[in-house]
C-alpha cells in the first residue's frame, strides 16, 4: 500500500505543474471552490489531500482529469486533455466501466488523426 504522504507528494506536484501551465494561482483558485487560500496552500505543499468531490471541483477549474492530479504520470509536460475530452472521462468516472474503455477507445482513434 502506498503511504498517504506519497499520494500528497505526487498531487501536490501534479496540481502545481497544471496550475503554471494554466496560468492559475492558489488565491483565484480558493476562491473558485470556496475554500480559503491556506486550504489551497496546504494541498500544493503536500500536507494534505482534497477530499473527491474537492477534486472533481478542481477538475473543472483547471480543465484536467483526476488521474492528471491524482497519478503520477498525468498529464505529460506540454500535452493537453480538450475540455471535451475531460468531460467525456468525468462522465464515464460516474457510469459502468465499459464506457471508460469505449472512451479510451475514441481517444486513441483521435490521437491517430493527428
Known sequence: MVPKSEYARVF????????????????DMARYLGVGKSRVSSWMNAQH???PDMVD???????????DLME???IKHGASVTKEQAELVRL???GREDNVHLIL?????????K
Open 92 to 94: 464515464a468516472m460516474h
Open 12 to 27: 501536490a506536484n501534479n496540481l502545481r505543474r497544471i496550475m503554471h501551465e494554466r496560468g492559475k494561482n492558489g488565491a
Open 105 to 113: 477507445e475514441v481517444f486513441r482513434r483521435m490521437e491517430g488523426l
Open 57 to 67: 471541483k478542481m477538475c473543472a477549474y483547471l480543465n484536467c482529469t483526476r488521474t
Open 49 to 51: 489531500i482534497p477530499r
Open 72 to 74: 503520477e504520470n498525468g
